[in-house]
């Protein structure tokens, strides 16, 4: 599947120690700070490991799709997975910090949500933000995604080979009808 300039496939589990890097260096730590959003000031972890993403790619329910620029190279990942006959999940939703705002998280979310429908026949796609994330709150607004009541706890208990650095962390649970 090709969309803009990035053309997309699905993972296979040989891709799962690719895919846990690319979302480290994107949502933690130092290299994230690249990025215009991270969560490098809430939590100091490895967000997942590679057993933790194929655990996810061995999920019949779910797809992990990758994203390469036109030298073939990954520049962007996401994770859908059907959670009921309607309702999908978005998530592990990445880009190369260094590429980041130049358009490539908006084709890759375009992507995720024409899969979800076509290929998953799911109605609509909900996710989940750290409630303290304005910015990336405002930029899935700006998709069409509206903030529901639901919120959802943060896993303090789950974190990989790291810590919070916030003890008031909670996700907020965005959904769009697709
Ligand atoms: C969220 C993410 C996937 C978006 O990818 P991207 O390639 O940067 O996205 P785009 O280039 O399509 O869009 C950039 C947007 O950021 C906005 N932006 C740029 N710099 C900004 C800043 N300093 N503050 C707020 N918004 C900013 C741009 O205006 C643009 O929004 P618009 O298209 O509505 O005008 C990417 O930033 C990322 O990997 N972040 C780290 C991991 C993460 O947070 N994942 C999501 C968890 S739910």
Same mark, same amino acid.
């Given at each position: 599947m090709t969309a803009g300039s990035l053309t997309f496939r699905t993972a296979t589990v040989e891709d799962a120690p690719v895919i846990a890097a690319l979302v480290k260096s994107a949502y933690r730590?130092? &290299? &994230?700070?690249?990025?215009?959003?991270? %969560?490098a000031d809430y939590v100091a972890d490895e967000r997942i490991d590679a057993k933790g993403v194929s655990d996810k790619i061995n999920d019949p329910a779910g797809v992990i799709l990758m994203a390469y620029d036109k030298d073939g190279v990954l520049a962007a990942c996401c994770e859908l997975l059907k959670k009921s006959e309607k309702l999908g999940y978005f998530g592990l939703f990445a880009v190369d910090p260094q590429r980041q705002a130049g358009g490539l998280g908006r084709q890759v979310l375009a992507a995720a949500e024409a899969y979800a429908k076509? %290929?998953?026949?799911?109605?609509g796609l909900e996710m989940q933000v750290i409630w303290l994330r304005d910015e990336l709150i405002s930029w899935y607004q700006r998709r069409g995604y509206n903030k529901t009541s639901e919120t959802k706890p943060f896993p303090y208990e789950h974190l990989v080979n790291g810590k919070a650095l916030r003890d008031d962390l909670y996700f907020t649970i965005l959904y769009k009808d697709l």
């Open positions: 730590g130092e &290299s &994230s700070r690249a990025g215009w959003t991270t %969560e076509n %290929e998953m026949k799911v109605a």
